[in-house]
């Protein structure tokens, strides 16, 4: 008797078939242990690292690590095209080879693979599991004042502004289920870094999609460079107060039409 995928695939916390997503860009002092601590916190999942053709060879380490272990991926991308896109590419990978349910995770340590099992857990009765560094029971480390108070701002901004009922919607550790991904337009998002993470937040807050948010650690990254910059920041808050007025006017507009209606049904 031959079995059936769904018989041989993998059942990580109740989840199903799980791929943990790692974009990288010169990440080759941390690509390898990102890479094992992951498979040490949560054997059971897959790895695809999303590697934009970095100069400092994290493609090539990334390539090694997936020779000599099966559960590890690599996608290599031309060139340096951002996270947001790195994610997409990743989650069109994972959707065309059946996976249930895609991670985002960063490559530099920030996001604590040793999380990931309490994030997979959560996945069992949610849409989306946002790892979060600012509901009751998080740690941030090593940030300095001026990014605790650029990343708690930027997310009050984005709740009030967008209505999207989330503590963290700028925090990049997160659990998709493919449903939801399925039912997102993917291919209407063209946002990077701060800014993707919270158009995510808010087309799955719209499409209905169950949010949950997970405390996590969240700690500074030790090695290489962060990919933070003022251009980065300010696309967030472009983009952010576009998608406000957008849905502002599609309201007004709504309600205009609904009081037209009720006006001419009135006798």
């Known amino acids: 008797m031959v079995a059936q995928l769904s018989d041989i695939r993998p059942v990580v916390f109740g989840v199903g078939r799980v791929l943990v997503v790692i974009p990288t860009y010169n990440e080759a002092d941390n690509v390898a242990a990102i890479v094992r601590r992951v498979r040490r916190a949560a054997p059971q999942v897959e790895i695809l690292v999303a590697d ?21 991926h690599v996608l290599h991308r031309d060139g340096k095209r951002g996270l947001g896109a790195a994610y997409l590419a990743g989650f069109a990978w994972a959707r065309q080879r059946g996976y249930d349910a895609v991670v985002e995770m960063d490559a530099d340590g920030s996001h604590a693979p040793e999380d990931l099992p309490a994030l997979l857990r959560a996945a069992r009765d949610a849409d989306v599991v946002i790892g ?24 009050l901004y984005a709740r009030l502004a967008l209505g999207v009922p989330v503590a963290d919607a700028t925090g990049g550790y997160r659990v998709y289920r493919a449903a939801v991904l399925d039912a997102l337009d993917l291919e209407s998002v063209c946002s990077q870094g701060y800014s993707f993470q919270v158009e995510l937040s808010r087309l799955a807050h719209r499409a209905g999609a169950r949010i949950v948010e997970v405390p996590i650690t969240f700690a500074e990254r ?39 209606v009720g006006q001419a049904r009135w006798p």
């Open 222 to 260: 030790e090695r290489g460079t962060s990919k933070m910059s003022p251009l980065i920041v300010a696309e967030a808050l472009w983009r952010i107060t576009g998608w406000a007025m957008r849905d502002r006017r599609t309201a007004v507009r709504r309600g205009w039409r609904a009081a037209t």
């Open 132 to 155: 979060s560094r600012w509901t009751r029971g998080a740690r941030v480390l090593n940030w300095p004042l001026r990014r605790l108070m650029l990343s708690r701002c930027g997310n």
């Open 52 to 72: 934009d053709n970095s100069p400092d060879g994290t493609g090539a380490l990334a390539a090694a690590l997936a020779r000599d272990d099966g559960q590890v």
